[in-house]
């Protein structure tokens, strides 16, 4: 599963992680200090990547993944 996320591009995984909060668009595009048109972008290349094709399939395999968690110490 993990290798599906290796196909994001840097920022793809910066607007993933805030898709995943629940953010907006705009507020994502304000945030990162980039156009509302390259959120839509990068939001529309992240459901392809990733072969879903609602925010909650996307937020479900983000958890189910451990994507973003910070790894444990042994």
């Known amino acids: 599963m993990s290798l599906r996320f290796d196909e994001l591009s840097g920022r793809e995984k910066e607007v993933l ?3 995943v909060r629940g ?17 839509k972008l990068h939001r529309t290349n ?19 993944s451990g994507f973003f968690q910070a790894p444990e110490n042994d």
């Open 17 to 19: 992680s805030h898709v």
């Open 46 to 64: 992240i459901t392809r990547k990733l072969n879903v094709q609602s925010v909650a399939e996307l937020t479900r395999l983000v958890d189910e």
């Open 23 to 39: 953010r907006m668009n705009k507020q994502i595009a304000a945030d990162l200090n980039i156009n509302l048109r390259t959120v």
